[in-house]
């Protein structure tokens, strides 16, 4: 696997770019796909290919990590691709399961009568079934000590509510992206539709959840892969982006073979001396003058959540 560090505007979008136009020159039917995180990633990216660089490819694929699950399992001889079901779903089985007292709800009653009580709720089971956290293995280790005795009790409480719920959706099968996502990890192996790239990129994503990993990993120790990664290597004087430096460090590069190469195109650029202010971006140092000597600069940063409050 090859991995690209550099800041998503302009670098790994260039890089991006640069490398689907290399894979096609030999071949304008060389068959590559991009697997992006989210459908905002792959719209942007569908700009960024036709409108602004005017480019037309043939038998370019461009999906997300959903798209990629429903492909793989519609592959299977056979196989019924399940209907997913969304949050509302999920929030509405919780209701029903505390209201009857199953095994495992008994602390959380008179939540599913609250304003977004099992919303919230949900939210936190969705964060644990996403990890694919196995309950019975971690309430052993509660049992066991090694989690401190402060949250216990909290934890334990919350486990078995998981585990009643998977257990309910098993029986009824009853499933999420999660699930897709996790079946699908298991025929990346098989696939004739990921046999058939010549090359396969990652871009879009400075974080993933346990089952979108398991995935992402599944590809990448069995297809010629490369990552678009959102990340600079700083001057010790520098701060950089420690949720994007934090997931590198522990599954990216713990993940990587002996023979994987990373470039830094932040890196190359200063070598050449053509330092992109790009690099700037996380740069949370005030009053530094820029290196080509120009005035001092200031960045303010403002979180909005959503479209609507960004505009």
Request: hydrophobic share 40%.
């Amino acid at each position: 696997m090859q991995t690209i560090l550099g800041p998503f505007y302009p670098d790994l979008e260039n890089a991006l770019v640069s490398e689907i136009v290399k894979g096609k020159e030999g071949d304008p039917l060389s068959p590559i796909l991009i697997l992006v995180p989210s459908d905002l990633v792959r719209r942007r990216l569908k700009i960024l290919l036709t409108r602004d660089r005017g480019h037309t490819f043939v038998n370019l694929h461009l999906m997300t990590f959903q798209h990629l699950a429903f492909h793989l399992l519609s592959e299977i001889s056979g196989a019924r691709l399940p209907v997913l079901r969304d949050d509302l779903f999920f929030e509405e089985i919780l209701r029903q399961l505390i209201s009857s007292k199953q095994p495992g709800t008994e602390t959380f009653g008179g939540m599913e009568e609250r304003a977004r009580g099992c919303a919230t709720l949900w939210q936190t089971l969705r964060d644990l079934k996403d990890g694919l956290v196995q309950p019975s293995i971690v309430l052993e280790a509660l049992n066991e000590g090694h989690l401190g005795r402060q949250t216990s009790t909290r934890m334990a409480n919350l486990l078995r509510l998981l585990q009643t719920f998977l257990s309910v959706c098993r029986e009824k099968d009853i499933q999420g992206n999660s699930d897709l996502e996790s079946r699908a990890a298991e025929e990346v192996l098989s696939s004739r539709f990921l046999q058939s790239f010549e090359r396969v990129f990652f871009y879009g994503f400075y974080d993933l959840t346990q089952v979108q990993l398991e995935l992402f990993d599944a590809v990448a120790r069995n297809y010629p892969t490369t990552l678009f990664f959102p990340l600079f290597r700083a001057a010790p004087d520098r701060e950089r982006p420690s949720f994007a430096e934090c997931f590198f460090q522990q599954y990216i590069r713990g993940r990587a073979s002996p023979d994987s190469a990373t470039v830094n195109l932040v890196e190359t650029a200063a070598q050449q001396d053509k330092l992109n202010p790009a690099m700037r971006l996380f740069d949370q140092m005030l009053d530094k003058p820029d290196a080509r000597g120009t005035a001092p600069w200031t960045c303010t940063i403002l979180n909005a959540f959503g479209a609507q409050d960004e505009v």
